[in-house]
């Protein structure tokens, strides 16, 4: 069945240095690959999307890479900061209607000061 | 001030009691959904609506129920045949086509007691 696995569970950096979390899918029509940034008691906030005819979108310190071959995408957050940290899930369209999404299990990201 | 607002934020029940969470937003959006949040988990599909009076079951909708009589309200029961109801339930809405951004309201947290 479809499935969009997510890595890893759990992240601690330094604040300043990187942090890369990879994603996935198994749906080789998949053209939509949403990351979203869920702070402790909120809902989950889109933070930057990428779709399928570009490889790599970047939003200042925050990064989307894709790679549709081996079907996986990466978020890459670069000077982190103590305020990134939070749980961040990657999501891909569903095989049966493409506006429905199928979510990652997430990945809680701790930033050391 | 365009959103989307869920209500209560924390909701305790007792067991055998069902209970009705609210979600409005007010984007214009048709498309709405709900998913269940459990700790160290992903965000899994219980019901959705494309539509105004249409809404379809995701993947675990067994002891919830909806309905969709209005475009900006989209409530979820709770009902006492749902076994193990403690979650974090998030409502959200998108304009309905692949590739849209879902926006999230910011989540009820229910308790059984």
């Known amino acids: 069945g479809e499935n969009v696995e997510q890595h890893p569970s759990t992240l601690s950096v330094q604040e300043g240095d990187s942090a890369v979390i990879k994603c996935t899918y198994s749906?080789?029509?998949?053209?939509?690959f949403p990351w979203y940034k869920q702070e402790l008691g909120k809902g989950p906030q889109l933070i930057i999307d990428i779709r399928s005819n570009v490889g790599e979108k970047k939003d200042q310190r925050i990064a989307v890479t894709l790679n549709k071959t081996a079907k996986h995408f990466s978020l890459h957050i670069t000077e982190t900061q103590p305020e990134d940290s939070a749980v961040y899930f990657c999501a891909a369209p569903r095989m049966d209607s493409s506006y429905k999404l199928i979510f990652g299990s997430g990945t809680r990201l701790l930033v050391r000061p | 001030d365009g959103g989307i607002t869920q209500s209560p934020k924390y909701l305790f029940r007792k067991e055998g009691q069902n209970v009705t969470l609210s979600c409005e937003q007010n984007l214009n959006h048709d498309a709405m959904y709900w998913y269940r949040q459990d700790p160290g988990q992903g965000l899994r599909l219980i019901y959705y609506s494309q539509i105004v009076n249409d809404f379809q079951k995701g993947d675990i909708a067994e002891g919830y129920s909806v309905s969709r009589e209005k475009k900006e309200s989209f409530p979820l029961t709770v009902t006492s045949a749902q076994k193990n109801p403690t979650a974090f339930y998030l409502c959200?809405?998108?304009?309905?086509?692949?590739?849209?951004?879902?926006?999230f309201g910011p989540g009820t947290r229910l308790t059984v007691l």
């Open positions: 959200a809405s998108s304009r309905g086509q692949g590739g849209d951004e879902q926006f």
């Open positions: 749906d080789s029509a998949s053209n939509y």
